[in-house]
């Protein structure tokens, strides 16, 4: 399904308290963010290859720009404007696959901040290759060994990215399956937005005043 019917059939699954509508979209998205990212790495955990199945990509249309820092000497390109990523405990994290816009013998493989310390101080594993390693980080990717072909190209890259990042008319893919107690996606998400409070039905227009102090 597209993102706007996920966040309307999950809105229908909901109960209906009043007129004012209490489940607010921003937090009907945050639960089913939540649900979602959790599942992600449920897949990860079966088989990380999983995760191909559920990546957006990135550059096909146009390549991203990959840029130069001077003052570091890194290659690096930055994820598209309003774009994150969901971290994973691999190398990889959040961006799964980094190539060039014409596939070919050359190949992006991932690395952690540590190896990319290691091969740059002149390390022995630091030797000739064709392949350039990439390291996944919060705001950007970053490249070891690039070359001037590449750079000058663009690459593109696929991501695993949040249930906000994405546009109404987006395709979604969520992991088909249940939890270990057999809870599906749905009732997950309604169990999470469970946590909100009802709303007081006297016709006074507030919600109900839960007290702290115990007796």
């Known amino acids: 399904m597209i993102k706007k019917e996920i966040l309307s059939y999950v809105k229908n699954l909901l109960p209906k308290y009043d007129k ?10 945050a639960a089913i963010e939540k649900v979602i990212n959790e599942m992600y790495t449920e897949a990860w955990r079966k088989n990380p290859l999983e995760l191909q199945r559920y990546v957006k990509g990135f550059g096909y249309d146009a390549a991203l720009a990959i840029n130069h820092e001077a003052a570091t000497d890194i290659y690096y390109t930055s994820y598209p404007v309003g774009i994150s990523i969901v971290p994973f405990p691999d190398k990889a994290s959040g961006c799964r ?21 290691l091969v740059r101080s002149g390390s022995d594993v630091n030797t000739v290759t064709a392949k350039i390693g990439y390291i996944t980080l919060p705001n950007r990717i970053e490249f070891y060994n690039m070359n001037d072909v590449v750079s000058g190209a663009g690459c593109r890259v696929d991501l695993i990215i949040p249930f906000s990042n994405y ?4 395709t979604v893919h969520i ?41």
């Open 167 to 170: 546009e109404d008319t987006d």
């Open 97 to 117: 696959r980094v190539s060039t816009i014409i596939q070919g013998g050359l190949t992006f493989f991932p690395m952690d901040a540590r190896e990319a310390d």
């Open 175 to 215: 992991p088909e399956f249940d939890d270990i107690q057999g809870n599906t996606f749905e009732d997950r998400v309604l169990k999470t937005l469970s946590v909100i409070q009802p709303v007081d039905q006297k016709d006074d227009n507030s919600d109900i005043k839960v007290s702290n102090n115990r007796q």
């Open 20 to 29: 004012s509508g209490k489940y607010h979209d921003l937090i009907i998205t």
